[in-house]
């Protein structure tokens, strides 16, 4: 089902670019104003010149900020700072990382090209909603860079790992790239080119479905870009470029894929203690409190017994946090909230998402906040991070406002839930996965146009 391509890959000089770490950057859409500046100051060649920040609903049609990457593209491979390979190949792209829990592991994955297909046909499913400004913005800047500077991240089944181990008896010895991204995590790329072994992993893609992780925009943005290109040529050919996207693809198996819970931190109209919080929920929910702790502890034993009873079954299990008074609740599903009118309106396979527990019943079925109110009001912020969590929930607690915070922990959502819902055609809620490490861009683009430019080392 899936067409897996090699590609010849735009990737820094490393005679130009000694040190990658000052020019790679994580996905557009996870640098704030403040990190962008950061990286604009350690290089001026980092990618962020290049991938521009989004500017999501504020993006405007034939911008130049889009033409002035455009002229910063040409010039970098004019000057050499960006060389082509000369070669098609598959890269074998791993990440050494250290997860929160404090385990060390390894994430294998491959980049290589995808022919785009629509949603509809089944080869590429996505689980997240995307949002028509965001896509706009990336629309422009793909379309007048002509090329993908951001990878799609997408989740392929392969239980015996035979794709990566054909590859990895394959690649150069010598990698062609290594970086360290801000959290320290090692990104290494192995180029790999013979043509035989290209041709298996394409046959072995041929009957796989692919599930979209991360970069739901991205793949919907290429999608529009090879409608535009068709406009311009109606007789485009099936190899184009426009009719490709890059992405970098891992097995649901790989025993280094992690998914990060994404918590909630709520900003509720009006003053509530954590009495009437509680209060507020047990129509809905049996809550029981979690006593003998503070702070950082007692939010690590919410995690905990929420982790043991994901472990065990049953209804889904949410922590909330009070920072005002410093005091955590367990929040168990009651059966009879399971039947109520909002929940009934999901998909079965939506219904056993702590994620829709919390947006559904919660956040909607209790606190009657829809997700169009949170986001115009700006009622939630979401961490990935539970120190972080933590620490924007007590500053908020002290300021003077007319809301309460309450910190909504969640366990992570499984890999096979996200296949579940993709092969149902279902949406999960916003911001339900977080898969961890974040992919750098930078470390391989590919170009749609072929304008001479390619320059080797």
Known sequence: MAVIAPFRG????????????????????????????????????????????????????????????????????????????????????????????????????????????????????PHEETFAGVIQDRLELMDTCGAQFSKVFSLYSDPEQEIIGLLEKAA???????????????????????PDTLQKVSRLFADKSLYIADGHHRYTTALACRERARARNPE?????????????????????LSVLPTHRLLSLPGRVSADEAASLVTPSFTVREITGSSRESLVNALLERMDELALAGGPAALGMYHPGEDRGFILLVRPEAMNSEIIAERAEVLQELDVVALSDILLQGIFHLSHEQCVRDHLLSYFSDVNAALDAAVKKSVEKSESTPLLFLLNPTRVSQVTDVADQGEIMPHKSTYFYPKILTGLLINKLSDDGKDKQS
Request: aromatic share 10%; proline share 6%; net charge negative.
């Open 10 to 125: 735009v990737r820094y000089n490393p005679e130009k670019i000694k040190n990658l770490d000052e020019v790679l950057t994580p996905p557009y859409d996870v640098i704030d104003e403040k990190a962008g500046d950061a990286f604009l100051k350690k290089n001026p060649h980092s990618m962020i010149r290049l991938d521009l920040r989004n500017t999501g609903q504020k993006a405007k049609k034939g911008s130049d900020r889009y033409v002035a990457a455009r002229a910063r593209f040409d010039d970098w491979q004019d000057e050499g700072t960006l060389i082509r390979d000369d070669k098609p190949a598959i890269y074998l792209y791993f990440i050494d990382y250290l997860h929160p829990s404090g385990r060390k592991m390894t994430r294998k994955g491959i980049v290589s090209l995808v022919g785009l297909a629509d949603f509809s046909e089944g080869i590429v499913k």
């Open 172 to 194: 150069e010895k010598e990698p062609i790239a290594r970086a360290k991204d801000p959290d320290g995590n090692v990104h290494t790329l192995w180029r790999v080119s013979d």
């Open 236 to 256: 485009l050919e099936a190899d184009s470029p426009y009719n490709f996207i890059m992405m970098y693809l891992s097995a649901c198996e790989d025993p280094g």
